[in-house]
T-cell receptor, first 119, second 116 residues
Framework: AQTVTQSQPEMSVQEAETVTLSCTYD???????LFWYKQPPSRQMILVIR??????QNATENRFSVNFQKAAKSFSLKISDSQLGDAAMYFC????????????????FGKGTHLIIQP | GAVVSQHPSWVICKSGTSVKIECRSL??????MFWYRQFPKQSLMLMAT?????????EQGVEKDKFLINHASLTLSTLTVTSAHPEDSSFYIC????????????FGQGTRLTVV
């Protein structure tokens, strides 16, 4: 079974600085998706960024980028120019592709990292 | 982007009663929806996979008779917590995936259930 590990329960960063959140995972699959989700106090899950395992190029979305190391099974999230609105819980998540075994799978989440932005 | 609506956003019920939570995909059809449970300050744990027109698939340790799932249409899945007890109090979140290679999961707003 796949597992997702986030080893940083809490991180703090100064506004406008850069922070990196760590995530490692374990799977025997070769094709899968990795995600970072943001959960603000409203508890609505918001997709931050997605990476497909077959793509070697790291995904980027404006101030958010990932460092995807497939061999090391590592998937870290870098937030540049941190803003107060970035404060939230961040969850790393894994999902098999639909083509691996037919049908859609649910997500496997890490335990989350609470990101604090210091003004 | 696609929208998934979950209702109610919060509910308080008495022990022994049943509570139904609805999850609707508003602008796309979802043959599969997922139900998660989140305890305070913890992660989301997948409870079950809701399949349109067939039985739900439950994760290990989840009581299927306690958490009844019905997926009667391509846009609606319901989770019924039967004979609720205080330990069932939690935050329940549904999600639905769009299809295709660029599949993406969209989450409902979640339901906070409190059993008193």
């Amino acid at each position: 079974a796949q597992t997702v590990t986030q080893s940083q329960p809490e991180m703090s960063v100064q506004e406008a600085e850069t922070v990196t959140l760590s995530c490692t995972y374990d799977t025997s699959e070769s094709d899968y998706y990795l995600f970072w989700y943001k959960q603000p106090p409203s508890r609505q899950m918001i997709l931050v960024i997605r990476q497909e395992a077959y793509k070697q190029q790291n995904a980027t979305e404006n101030r958010f980028s990932v460092n995807f190391q497939k061999a090391a099974k590592s998937f870290s999230l870098k937030i540049s120019d941190s803003q107060l609105g970035d404060a939230a819980m961040y969850f790393c998540a894994y999902r098999r592709t639909m083509y691996s075994g037919g049908g859609a799978d649910g997500l496997t989440f890490g335990k989350g990292t609470h990101l604090i932005i210091q003004p | 982007g696609a929208v998934v609506s979950q209702h109610p956003s919060w509910v308080i019920c008495k022990s022994g009663t049943s509570v139904k939570i609805e999850c609707r995909s508003l602008d796309f059809q979802a043959t599969t929806m997922f139900w998660y449970r989140q305890f305070p300050k913890q992660s989301l744990m997948l409870m079950a996979t809701s399949n349109e027109g067939s039985k739900a698939t439950y994760e290990q340790g989840v009581e299927k008779d306690k958490f009844l799932i019905n997926h009667a249409s391509l846009t609606l899945s319901t989770l019924t917590v039967t004979s609720a007890h205080p330990e069932d109090s939690s935050f329940y979140i549904c999600s639905a995936h769009t299809t295709g290679r660029n599949t993406e999961a969209f989450f409902g707003q979640g339901t906070r259930l409190t059993v008193v």
